[in-house]
């Protein structure tokens, strides 16, 4: 019961950080837009690469934590209790990259919304 209950938990943080994989990816094209533009100047550049950085490592935890596993390391045998602890670190591990990707990828697009105003 309590893996079932980890294993819906996975699911759910998948349905929560889903959406933030385009909007990286939005931010990052955003912020390549700015930086090629050659009539803002250089202080604009290099701000739009800051927030492109900040974007592509937040995609990076983002799809990390979407593509971790966070179920039973033996699908098709009944759980067992070494089941519970790996299925625990693995959900932990999976919501604290979602955390940091959706960090990240808010603080890119703050940025570019600097750049941009």
């Known amino acids: 019961m309590v893996v079932e209950d980890f294993e819906k938990s996975a699911a759910t943080v998948n349905a929560r950080t889903t959406p933030l994989v ?17 009539g803002e100047g250089e202080a ?15 995609l990076g935890f983002l799809a990390t934590a979407l593509f971790t596993h966070a179920g039973r390391p033996r699908v098709g045998f009944a759980p067992a209790r070494t089941d519970v602890a790996f299925v625990h670190d693995r959900l932990v591990k999976k919501e604290s990259n979602a955390q940091v990707g959706s960090l990240l990828t808010g603080v ?3 940025v570019l919304l600097v750049v941009i105003l």
């Open 44 to 58: 604009a550049t290099i701000i739009s690469l800051f927030a492109m950085a900040f974007a592509l490592v937040g």
């Open 108 to 110: 890119g697009f703050v």
């Open 22 to 38: 385009p909007a990286s990816g939005i931010v990052v094209t955003g912020a390549g837009i700015l930086a090629r533009t050659d």
